[in-house]
Nanobody
Framework: QVQLVESGGGLVQAGESLRLSCAASGRGFNKYNLAWFRQAPGKEREFVTFIDWIGASINYADSVKGRFTISRDYGKNTIYLQMNNLRPEDTATYYC?????????????????WGQGTQVTVSS
């Protein structure tokens, strides 16, 4: 099982960009499917984006398509979330998650490793 640590959150204005990182430790990082989820205050956690273990399959939530980009660096055991043109509704705690399963990448119950989260706040 991998351990995940997110970083890169912060306070930005609408229209600006942020890049989140999620560093993994433990064995087998290259075999894990990875995703970003987010949770806004008072709301349920929601799927943001997914990248499979070989980087061939990538999914995005409709709300972030065209603005967010997920990528992974196998040499650094890290995934990234480049977020452009941020909106106030993107304000949330962002979590990375890892799974060896590949059934429904948008289902948080598929993931058995989670980071502690990093806060992103977008002001209008």
């Amino acid at each position: 099982q991998v351990q995940l640590v997110e970083s890169g959150g912060g306070l930005v204005q609408a229209g600006e960009s942020l890049r989140l990182s999620c560093a993994a430790s433990g064995r087998g990082f290259n075999k894990y499917n990875l995703a970003w989820f987010r949770q806004a205050p008072g709301k349920e956690r929601e799927f943001v984006t997914f990248i499979d273990w070989i980087g061939a399959s990538i999914n995005y939530a409709d709300s972030v398509k065209g603005r967010f980009t997920i990528s992974r660096d196998y040499g650094k055991n890290t995934i990234y979330l480049q977020m452009n043109n941020l909106r106030p509704e993107d304000t949330a705690t962002y979590y990375c998650a890892a799974s060896l399963r590949y059934s429904d990448p948008t289902d948080e119950t598929e993931y058995n490793s989670w980071g502690q989260g990093t806060q992103v706040t977008v002001s209008s």
